[in-house]
């Protein structure tokens, strides 16, 4: 039985507590008609992106009355906090309108090119080449862009209910998978590449070209099942996306870019990517007919979500790491998916690579199990509450079922899982 200590234990129980949390966010919905008096608590329990901050507070309330305030302090400075921000930063920047007007394009050039339906290759691309951009503009940008595009084309025209769920759960999982072509991009991979010596010709050989297949097969048979929904609902995208259109600056844009291409080279060090974002803020302002509203709002609620994650997390290694130690490696690959989807997969994924003296088929079990997960649920990676924020507005109450996404995102996480072990 593994040691731990009391706070490690209060840690793990809140940590168990958030995650039932996540899946009870309806409930405090409903309190809040049943209770208009305490509305406004109820509806901050019920949005999934405060669950994980609002228990990371009371662990640290916790820790400050047990160890001491000078050790609850001391753990919360000694959490890294750099992915939370730079989620925040890039989220923001990839929904710009110049950004975002520039991915449409190039997807509706595409789509012309292809032997299918407009409406239809436009719903292809969003689910199949954008995650696989992931892996040169990060996951989180890629998850953003998609999401948007996702929202503004086909959710906003009123997609079945079925639809949507399948639509999320194979955006989730192709984001996951799909940022592992190179080693930067992908949270998951990024916290082992260094330590394993892992580079670009490394993944794509043994993880990219798998995840590629698995990407085109899961947008293709979701596209191809609901081919008469999305080609009903793309022909009116493509006549409104085209009239509405309004033309950006070229300069504006490039500028766009350039910020967009900053933030990911410095991914690493909050200290320059946030400077580039002060500035990337002025420059909106000084072009503010070029803009439209920044999503300021739901980058602090996704960054919130995730740094209440980074904290929780912090002290889960005491029954994470003997978990991974000591089993074969194929157990291990079903183990590393099936505890993606409660706890987040870089933090597996590094747990792991603490572990001394481990064979190359352990290293690749347990970071292809973590990216295989990694649509299960919204905690499972990290780009996915930047999807949850932007998507969930278009479903039936504002809301994403938990387990609706889970049960979505079972057969694209099978074809994964299949890619992974078979190919």
């Given at each position: 039985?593994p040691?731990?200590?009391v706070?490690?234990?209060?840690?793990?129980?809140?940590?168990?507590?958030?995650?039932?949390?996540?899946?009870?966010?309806?409930?405090?919905?409903?309190?809040?008609?049943?209770?208009?008096?305490?509305?406004?608590?109820?509806h901050?329990?019920?949005?999934?992106?405060?669950?994980?901050?609002?228990?990371?507070?009371v662990?640290?309330?916790?820790?400050?009355?047990?160890?001491?305030?000078?050790?609850?302090?001391?753990?919360?400075?000694?959490r890294?906090?750099?992915?939370?921000?730079?989620?925040?930063?890039?989220?923001?920047?990839?929904?710009?309108?110049?950004?975002?007007?520039?991915v449409?394009?190039?997807?509706?050039?595409?789509?012309?090119?292809?032997?299918?339906?407009?409406?239809?290759?436009?719903?292809?691309?969003?689910?199949?080449?954008?995650?696989?951009?992931?892996?040169?503009?990060?996951?989180?940008?890629?998850?953003?862009?998609?999401?948007?595009?996702?929202?503004?084309?086909?959710?906003?025209?009123?997609?079945?209910?079925?639809?949507?769920?399948?639509?999320?759960g194979?955006l989730?999982?192709?984001?996951?998978?799909?940022?592992?072509?190179?080693h930067?991009?992908?949270?998951?991979?990024?916290?082992?590449a260094?330590?394993?010596?892992?580079?670009t010709?490394?993944?794509?050989?043994?993880?990219?070209?798998?995840?590629?297949?698995?990407?085109?097969?899961?947008?293709?048979?979701?596209?191809?099942?609901?081919?008469?929904?999305?080609?009903?609902k793309?022909?009116?995208?493509a006549?409104?996306?085209?009239?509405?259109?309004?033309?950006?600056?070229?300069?504006?844009?490039?500028?766009?870019?350039?910020?967009?291409?900053?933030?990911?080279?410095?991914a690493?060090?909050?200290?320059?990517?946030?400077?580039?974002f002060?500035?990337?803020?002025?420059?909106?302002?000084?072009?503010?007919?070029?803009?439209?509203?920044?999503?300021?709002?739901?980058?602090?609620l996704?960054?919130?979500?995730?740094?209440?994650?980074?904290?929780?997390?912090?002290?889960?290694?005491?029954?994470?790491?003997?978990?991974?130690?000591?089993?074969?490696?194929?157990?291990?690959?079903?183990?590393?998916?099936?505890?993606t989807?409660?706890?987040?997969?870089?933090?597996?994924t590094?747990?792991?690579?603490?572990?001394?003296?481990?064979?190359?088929?352990?290293?690749?079990?347990?970071?292809?199990?973590?990216?295989?997960?990694?649509?299960?649920?919204v905690?499972?990676?990290?780009?996915?509450?930047?999807?949850?924020?932007?998507?969930?507005?278009?479903?039936?109450?504002?809301?994403?079922?938990?387990?609706?996404?889970?049960?979505a995102?079972?057969?694209?996480?099978?074809?994964?899982?299949?890619?992974?072990?078979?190919l």
């Amino acid at each position: 039985m593994p040691n731990f200590t009391v706070p490690e234990l209060i840690a793990a129980i809140l940590f168990g507590i958030a995650i039932v949390h996540t899946f009870s966010t309806k409930f405090f919905s409903r309190l809040a008609h049943l209770q208009p008096r305490h509305a406004g608590l109820w509806h901050l329990l019920g949005e999934v992106e405060v669950v994980f901050g609002f228990w990371a507070f009371v662990l640290i309330v916790a820790l400050f009355f047990i160890s001491g305030r000078d050790s609850a302090v001391d753990y919360l400075q000694g959490r890294n906090f750099t992915e939370p921000m730079f989620v925040f930063v890039i989220m923001v920047i990839a929904a710009s309108r110049p950004i975002l007007s520039l991915v449409l394009d190039g997807v509706q050039s595409l789509a012309r090119l292809m032997p299918f339906q407009r409406g239809v290759a436009m719903y292809f691309l969003c689910l199949a080449l954008i995650p696989l951009l992931g892996s040169f503009i990060t996951e989180p940008a890629a998850m953003t862009i998609a999401a948007l595009l996702l929202r503004d084309a086909f959710y906003s025209r009123g997609l079945s209910t079925r639809l949507q769920y399948s639509t999320i759960g194979v955006l989730f999982v192709n984001v996951s998978i799909g940022g592992t072509l190179t080693h930067f991009a992908a949270p998951p991979v990024l916290m082992v590449a260094a330590t394993w010596q892992w580079d670009t010709p490394f993944m794509f050989a043994h993880f990219g070209w798998k995840a590629a297949t698995a990407v085109l097969i899961n947008a293709g048979v979701v596209a191809w099942l609901f081919r008469h929904e999305i080609a009903s609902k793309g022909q009116a995208v493509a006549g409104a996306a085209a009239e509405g259109a309004i033309p950006s600056s070229k300069t504006v844009t490039a500028m766009h870019i350039l910020f967009l291409v900053g933030v990911v080279v410095f991914a690493h060090h909050a200290a320059v990517f946030m400077g580039l974002f002060l500035f990337f803020l002025g420059y909106t302002e000084a072009y503010k007919k070029y803009q439209d509203r920044l999503i300021l709002r739901e980058g602090l609620l996704v960054a919130f979500f995730l740094a209440g994650l980074v904290t929780l997390g912090g002290l889960q290694q005491w029954w994470l790491q003997p978990v991974l130690s000591d089993i074969d490696s194929t157990v291990l690959y079903f183990v590393a998916t099936a505890l993606t989807a409660v706890t987040d997969n870089a933090a597996l994924t590094y747990l792991g690579s603490l572990v001394q003296g481990v064979t190359p088929e352990f290293k690749y079990a347990l970071v292809a199990g973590a990216v295989t997960g990694g649509g299960l649920t919204v905690i499972a990676n990290a780009p996915n509450p930047a999807g949850f924020s932007i998507l969930k507005g278009s479903f039936r109450d504002e809301a994403i079922s938990p387990l609706g996404l889970f049960l979505a995102a079972l057969p694209p996480t099978c074809v994964a899982i299949l890619a992974f072990q078979v190919l």
